[in-house]
């Protein structure tokens, strides 16, 4: 029914026809029953993770062919390792042919940077950072009340997409992930300013995307846009992807603030009433160690977290981002102005 | 601040791991305005328990808030699918909303097309991804020009699967007789449009009410007369597209770039014992199989517009490490060949001898998605496959009248227009049917100046072909 095997097996037929297996023969039998269709002609079907990889490797593919000059956002977070994952499929056996661009919030998990540096070096990548302390440091930038830096990422961002002139940048966003990005196009395209119209969308017909921009322009490129966080988990697990530790269960130092469990640390310092206690947590998602809450939860390995998601009854961003709890548009507004 | 964990549906998704072997299914929504299809969606997304707690909760306030009384726990579910925030103020959807959710048999995509703002625009972006359409109709209504317009855009299209809701049925008590009559109209428009009845699509009737959920997970014991499955259980069980079409028609792959690292290799390539010097002469075209599907040793034409097809053998189908032996749509490979043609991107690989003559006269229907009118004598880009060309617009000879199915006298077409129209290529384009061939039958019309994507096209035959008719090389 599906391709097993991606890198072991060297000699290996992708197809399993329906006839081969009785259950897939049983369930063929009862589409036919239900659709009278004059077509019963063994049919070749894949799993819903491969149609989305090859969905995901032809839009990357797409924009590496149409555009001067992509560049990959890669934070070490999961999505964008998937992202780095499915590039190096895309184009073996070459490298990936784009650096990648990281927007450190200066507020970032060491163990994340760490993760980062290490990647790129294995696979020979340029890496790309975009500081927000410098440009605080430069007053180009100013600290938030509530300290987190999340919303300040796009200054730097969009310097580092206009001062290495890249044309198109890849990023992991999901539309799964929230309702304004459930809107947005595959190709995104983004004025001078690095805005984005969500009423002035161009429409995204068949498996044809239209990448043309003007000078100053440029586009971003979502090529997991169909996938939802189960997605993810399942392609981690099955491609064993190598992921920061702290996306699994660990003993950490944390606080409670808003709901979440902060965790302690240089930059997230629990006030004075609120107590310290260790716990065994793990993270659904790693942003800026500001605004980032992780979740009690047990699940030490993959396939913990695997069933986990499938159980969980709370979003991803709802369990752990404070920044898009400030309104029902968070997402929406900063994305309009030109976040990622 | 724990992860509440819901142990009996991880069970019934992981256990004996079906979600490994679920395939992906696609379908859109299309309806007129107060049918019910924002419900309805919420309804599908709730019942199958893809809304999870925190999303639940936003929407239970704002229902709250405005007063709402229905059912699912006084839960407004059309307010799962608003997006933007001025949707939200407004109360209206704007834009084509993705949504996914799975069941243990398959993974959905749902693209959530709106009805009464620019309904062919949406509908065309939705359909033209879709195996399959949920047309919505008020039980109270019956079929309206909107349900014709949305029927005939869906045939133009070439939707494999097109199901008609028939929403509300608990306002008209349930009548088996009302449902009839509707269905009875339904599948009169389709005759006429040939829908359901041309061998490439389907047409089914469900009677349903969203906002009681009878008919669209389960089957409700309130309509006994009907003896179908519910909504959801047609969705499960369709065939999608490529499962279709892979067999049926012939292998086409469009080359997007080629694959020659020149001893650039990646190091995990490296890593697993790959040999630098034996891969310095690697050359792969890389694609993804728009259609049907292709063997290693499978005689194959190179199209390069302007020459001859060159023919050749397929000697390898990579795909990051692994060599497979066979590969079917829609999957993303690099195919080396026999032969060292120059291939480049915007070629297309083909069974050989399958695709008629490449052509620089482009006759076709187009679907105006743009504010900007269609004029005669207009210079346009034309995206086909991974080539765009410059094109002139020679003629509109007519537009559809969506709602008659009648072709009327026409120069120019506007926005949510669809007409038909002859253009001139700059270069010739391994041209196909749309009618056979959804993938390298379609095409954008762009804007040269701006970029914009002006219109969808779909490739019709020359006048005087013959529609089956191919051309042997």
């Not at chain 2, 061998?199 to 089914?204: E, M, N, R, S, W």
């Amino acid at each position: 029914m599906s391709i097993e095997t991606t890198n072991e097996d060297l000699e290996l037929s992708v197809l399993e026809l329906d006839a081969d297996s009785p259950k897939a023969a049983h369930r063929a039998s009862e589409e036919r029953a239900s659709v009278s269709k004059p077509r019963g002609e063994a049919v070749a079907r894949l799993s819903s993770l491969d149609t989305l990889e090859s969905e995901a490797i032809h839009i990357i593919r797409e924009v590496v062919a149409e555009f001067e000059k992509p560049a990959l956002l890669f934070s070490g977070g999961k999505d964008s390792v998937v992202m780095l994952h499915l590039a190096t499929k895309a184009f073996w056996p070459g490298k990936v042919p784009f650096p990648v661009l990281h927007v450190d919030t200066g507020h970032n998990f060491p163990e994340v940077i760490d993760f980062r540096d290490r990647t790129v070096e294995r696979l020979g990548l340029k890496l790309v950072v975009g500081s927000v302390q410098e440009f605080i440091d430069s007053g180009e930038l100013a600290e938030r009340a509530d300290g987190t830096r999340n919303p300040l990422q796009t200054v730097p961002l969009l310097d580092a997409i206009q001062r290495n002139k890249f044309d198109a940048v890849f990023g992991g966003g999901r539309r799964d992930e929230d309702k304004a990005r459930a809107k947005e196009r595959i190709l995104s395209l983004r004025d001078e300013f690095g805005q984005w119209d969500p009423r002035n969308q161009r429409p995204e017909l068949w498996n044809l995307y239209n990448g043309r921009h003007t000078v100053g322009q440029h586009v971003r490129a979502f090529p997991i846009s169909n996938w939802t966080e189960l997605d993810v988990w399942r392609y981690i697990e099955r491609e064993n992807i190598e992921l920061p530790g702290l996306y699994y269960a660990h003993d950490r130092e944390v606080f409670a603030r808003d709901g979440m469990w902060r965790a302690v640390g240089e930059v997230s310092q629990p006030r004075p009433d609120e107590e310290v206690i260790t716990k065994t947590v793990r993270y659904r998602t790693v942003g800026d160690m500001s605004c980032t809450g992780a979740v009690e939860s047990a699940a030490a390995t993959v396939r913990d977290v695997v069933i986990e998601v499938a159980a969980s009854t709370i979003t991803e961003r709802g369990a752990t981002r404070a920044d898009d709890r400030i309104s029902e548009a968070a997402m929406e507004d900063r994305k309009k102005d030109g976040y990622f | 601040m724990s992860t509440e964990i819901d142990t009996a549906r991880a069970a019934a998704l992981l256990d004996d791991a079906p979600l490994a072997h679920a395939s992906l299914f696609r379908f859109a929504t299309a309806g007129s305005v107060d049918d019910g299809k924002s419900t309805l969606v919420g309804r599908l997304l709730h019942d199958s328990k893809a809304i999870l707690a925190d999303q639940l909760d936003a929407v239970a306030r704002t229902s709250a808030d405005r007063g709402f009384g229905g059912s699912a726990g006084g839960i407004d579910l059309a307010l799962l699918t608003d997006g933007l925030r001025a949707e939200r103020e407004q109360g209206i959807t704007i834009d084509v909303a993705y949504r996914y959710f799975a069941t243990d048999r398959r993974s959905f995509i749902l693209a959530d097309c709106p009805g009464h703002v620019q309904y062919t625009k949406n509908t065309v972006t939705g359909a033209s991804t879709a195996d399959a359409v949920v047309v919505l109709i008020d039980a109270r209504k019956g079929v309206l020009e909107q349900t014709r317009r949305h029927l005939s855009v869906l045939q133009l299209l070439r939707v494999a699967h097109v199901i008609v809701a028939v929403n509300k049925i608990d306002l008209v008590d349930f009548s088996e007789s009302v449902f009839r009559e509707i269905e009875a109209d339904v599948q009169q428009v389709g005759r006429e449009l040939g829908l359901g009845s041309d061998g490439i699509t389907d047409l089914l009737v469900v009677p349903v009410s969203a906002l009681d959920g009878d008919n669209v997970v389960e089957r409700s014991e309130r309509t006994p007369w009907y003896t179908g499955p519910a909504l959801l259980e047609v969705l499960e069980t369709l065939p999608a597209a490529d499962e279709l079409e892979s067999h049926l028609e012939s292998f086409r792959f469009p080359v997007q770039l080629v694959i020659r690292p020149q001893g650039a290799l990646a190091p995990d390539a490296v890593a697993g014992g790959l040999d630098v010097e034996a891969y310095r002469d690697y050359r792969a075209y890389a694609g993804q199989i728009t259609e049907g599907s292709v063997k290693v040793g499978d005689k194959v034409s190179v199209l390069t517009p302007g020459q001859d097809p060159r023919t050749t053998t397929v000697t390898g189908i990579d795909f990051a490490g692994a060599e497979l032996t066979e590969a079917v749509a829609p999957q993303s490979v690099a195919l080396r060949l026999a032969d060292e043609f120059d291939v480049a991107r915007g070629d297309t690989i083909a069974a050989a001898g399958t695709v008629r003559e490449a052509s620089a006269d482009l006759y076709a229907a187009l679907c105006w998605l743009s504010p900007k009118p269609l004029r005669e004598g207009a210079k346009v880009l034309v995206k086909h496959g991974t080539r765009t060309v410059q094109a002139l617009v020679r003629s509109v000879s007519g537009k559809l009248d969506l709602a008659t199915f009648k072709l009327e006298g026409a120069s120019s077409l506007e926005l949510n227009d669809i007409g038909h129209a002859q253009l001139r290529l700059a270069a010739p384009l391994p041209l196909e049917n749309y009618l056979h061939h959804r993938r390298t039958g379609a095409f954008l019309v762009i804007d040269p100046l701006d970029g914009n994507t002006l219109a969808a096209g779909l490739v019709n035959d020359h006048p005087g072909d013959h529609e089956d008719e191919r051309y042997s090389i």
